[in-house]
């Protein structure tokens, strides 16, 4: 099972910009980025998945397209999640998760295998 740290997140103010890592062990096909307000269940937030081509293929669930850049470097070992543009309803506890297959928005939870422990964004007005 993949282990899976996450790091970067803080407290910003709305407008602002905040850039979210993920270390892990060994490899893994796709790797993705959820978040949970409190209160609120997990919700998906972007994924990546490795095309037969090595292609990195990403996905973001619509509130953030345009705003949110998920990357990672596999020499690394590490996944990104860029955030611009940072609003207080992007405040939540962000999640690194990793499967062997490819993760995209709005499969089921039970589709991640491996899960990290997380890292708090707060957007204040």
């Known amino acids: 099972q993949v282990q899976l740290l996450e790091s970067g997140g803080g407290s910003v103010q709305a407008g602002g910009s905040l850039t979210l890592s993920c270390a892990h062990s060994g490899y893994t096909n796709s790797m993705a980025w959820f978040r949970q307000a409190p209160g609120k269940e997990r919700e998906w937030v972007a994924s990546i998945c490795r095309g037969v081509d090595w292609t990195p293929y990403p996905f973001y669930v619509d509130s953030v397209k345009g705003r949110f850049t998920i990357s990672r470097d596999v020499a690394k070992n590490t996944l990104y999640l860029q955030m611009t543009y940072l609003t207080p309803e992007d405040t939540g506890m962000y999640y690194c998760?990793?499967?062997?297959?490819?993760?995209?928005?709005?499969?089921?939870?039970?589709?991640?295998?491996?899960w990290g422990q997380g890292t708090q964004v707060s957007v204040s007005s």
């Open positions: 998760a990793a499967s062997p297959g490819c993760l995209r928005i709005g499969d089921p939870l039970s589709s991640v295998r491996s």
